[in-house]
DNA sequence: GTAGTGACGGAGA
DNA sequence: TTCTCCGCCACTA
């Protein structure tokens, strides 16, 4: 075991606060954390976030909305599911009116 | 030690 | 808007 990079802590955390009915971008989380150029180093922490089951990593998605992660999950619809279930309206693996259902962490949580 | 890869993002065309 | 290229950090072979 290394030590614990905060930086994934930081991700889980941020990615748990991620109010129900919306979804924000690994770029939005990256950029929050101070690592904005490090968007694919979120993605990465997603991955390992099935050890976490209190991370809803099918609210996080790319900055387009494209559910480009749904692969990760058990099944290959299991992620719309989920966030149809929350309201979230995806259509060809890509969110509907994503502007509106956008959560941005830089914005809705304190300054780090 | 080097090269390839990845749940990404931004800039340029 | 989409496509391509580059950069970023960490992991794997």
């Not at 075991?1 to 770029?27: C, D, H, L, W």
């Not at 900055?63 to 058990?74: A, E, N, P």
């Amino acid at each position: 075991m290394k030590e614990s990079i905060n930086f994934f802590e930081k991700v889980y955390e941020v990615a748990a606060q991620i109010p129900f009915g919306r979804v924000t971008s690994y770029g939005a989380i990256a950029t929050y954390l101070g690592a904005a150029r490090s968007a694919r180093m979120v993605g990465w922490a997603m991955n390992a976030s099935h050890n976490n089951n209190d991370i809803p990593a099918h609210r996080v998605v790319n900055r387009k909305g494209l559910l480009t992660g749904k692969h990760h999950f058990d099944g290959t619809n299991l992620m719309q599911q989920l966030l149809e279930s929350e309201g979230v309206i995806i259509k060809e693996n890509q969110i509907q009116n994503f502007e509106t259902v956008f959560w941005d962490p830089s914005k809705e949580l304190p300054i780090l």
